[in-house]
């Protein structure tokens, strides 16, 4: 199944609903990738946990995530789409490697420190030692390449720092990954305030779109996206707004900022945040048809994911016993 082609892994929370920018920013290109690369793409449910979850909610967050994944495009004929908790190498190799990182590395990671302080009333050892499990996800399955955005990249460094301490004590046991940012990467800012990145934790519910959302909501939250007081639709830094409105547009409808400019030459803010909503409606559409008819059919989830997670389990495994081979450990 496709190991000729170079090993991709890439991995998403089902904390919450996937946004607007998830999709453009991420997910849009996992189905692109699907050609190029061999994938594996996981629902990372064992992360979620850092931050407490209602299990109710968490069921259903899983599920909404791994049907509207599919819905984007992900082709289980093509990838290897799994969840992560039950795939047993990924908890198991996230131990050893935790004995392998060093806690001046830990303390030193940003998300640690943020996480820290927003939830101030559970500081668990789980959220520390998160960059060991998010190092066993990768190179357990010996990955050529890990899209990231810049956000990301301090735990792909954490991530080569252990592996190549690995092999310097073990020999050539993991492959060392290589970041990319793919090249239609679209970073999507929030429509209430353009110089933070669109996020489901944004106060202000007109600043996020969910890609589950109504038609006439998205809609009402692209005709109160934050602008500036000038009304020629044109990109630049100076203009974070409608430049974020451009890019959303962009990133759907195959436009170049040029061809968008030409597009709205002589038209107002007005008419461009309609024509951006319209463009954002109809692209969803039929992932949102997808979706629903994918959720309502549990046994054809089941299917996917079963064997997927089954794959998974015995690609990642041979990495495991290689490890637990050369610390010592008797079969």
Not at 174 to 184: C, D, L, R, Y
Request: proline share 4%; charged share 25%; net charge neutral.
């Amino acid at each position: 199944m496709g190991e000729k082609k170079p090993i991709v892994l890439s991995a998403i929370q089902p904390s919450g609903s996937m946004t607007l920018g998830n999709y453009l920013g991420a997910i849009k290109n996992w189905i692109t990738m699907q050609d190029e690369y061999f994938c594996f793409y996981a629902l990372a449910d064992l992360h979620t946990i850092t931050v407490r979850q209602d299990p109710k909610e968490m069921r259903k967050h899983i599920l909404d995530m791994y049907a509207l994944l599919l819905a984007c495009g992900i082709d289980p004929e093509k990838s290897v789409f799994f969840i992560q908790s039950h795939v047993t190498t990924h908890a198991q190799l996230a131990w050893i490697l935790n004995c392998y990182t060093q806690f001046g590395e830990l303390s030193r990671m940003t998300q640690f420190k943020d996480k820290s302080r927003k939830h101030a009333d559970n500081i668990n050892a789980g959220l520390f030692t998160y960059p060991a499990l998010m190092a066993a996800d990768i190179l357990l399955y010996q990955a050529d390449k890990v899209p990231v955005g810049a956000d990301q990249m301090q735990h792909l460094e954490i991530t080569r720092d252990i592996a190549t301490r690995f092999n310097g004590l073990y020999g050539n046991v993991f492959k060392i990954p290589e970041g990319f940012v793919p090249k239609n990467g679209a970073r999507v800012m929030s429509l209430q305030n353009p110089s933070s990145k669109m996020s489901k934790s944004d106060e202000n519910v007109n600043g996020c779109v969910y890609m589950l959302d109504k038609p006439e909501t998205i809609m009402k939250k692209f005709k109160r996206a934050i602008t500036d007081t000038d009304t020629k639709v044109y990109f630049s830094e100076d203009k974070p707004g409608i430049s974020n409105l451009m890019t959303i547009y962009g990133a759907v409808t195959g436009k170049t900022m040029e061809q968008i400019e030409k597009e709205f030459d002589g038209k107002g803010y007005g008419d461009f945040k309609t024509a951006v909503g319209e463009a954002v409606v109809e692209h969803l559409r039929p992932i949102q048809d997808e979706y629903n008819r994918i959720i309502k059919d549990r046994a054809y989830m089941e299917e996917t994911w079963k064997k997927a997670d089954a794959f998974a389990q015995n690609f990642s495994q041979r990495t495991l016993d290689k490890v637990m081979k050369k610390i010592g450990y008797i079969k």
